[in-house]
């Protein structure tokens, strides 16, 4: 895809002490990978046009440290809203 025709991303949150970077971004999808140091019960994200989202990856479940998905069914040319969503496993 030439640059330019790409989808665009914007965070919604700065997720604290999490890494992610938006990669392999074709015309109609993109893989997201997030580094936590955190045993996470579940995670997703949420993405679309607005930040009113409208769009969810499968959530996941049982993940800790690389975390790897991805968004589908983009429009090229258009930029997205995205925020990470996770639960946390207790300390117990």
Do not use: C
């Not at 025709?5 to 949150?13: G, K, R, V």
């Not at 936590?36 to 046009?49: A, H, M, N, V």
């Not at 983009?74 to 996770?86: E, G, K, V």
């Amino acid at each position: 895809t030439a640059f330019g025709y790409a989808p665009y991303f914007i965070n919604a949150d700065d997720t604290e002490d999490s890494y992610e970077t938006v990669g392999a971004v074709t015309g109609t999808s993109a893989k997201v990978v997030v580094v936590t140091p955190y045993e996470l019960d579940s995670f997703s994200i949420e993405y679309g046009t607005s930040t009113s989202y409208g769009n969810q990856t499968t959530p996941l479940t049982n993940v800790t440290g690389a975390i790897t998905t991805e968004l589908s069914s983009l429009m090229p040319d258009t930029l997205y809203h995205y925020r990470i969503t996770w639960t946390e496993k207790d300390s117990d």
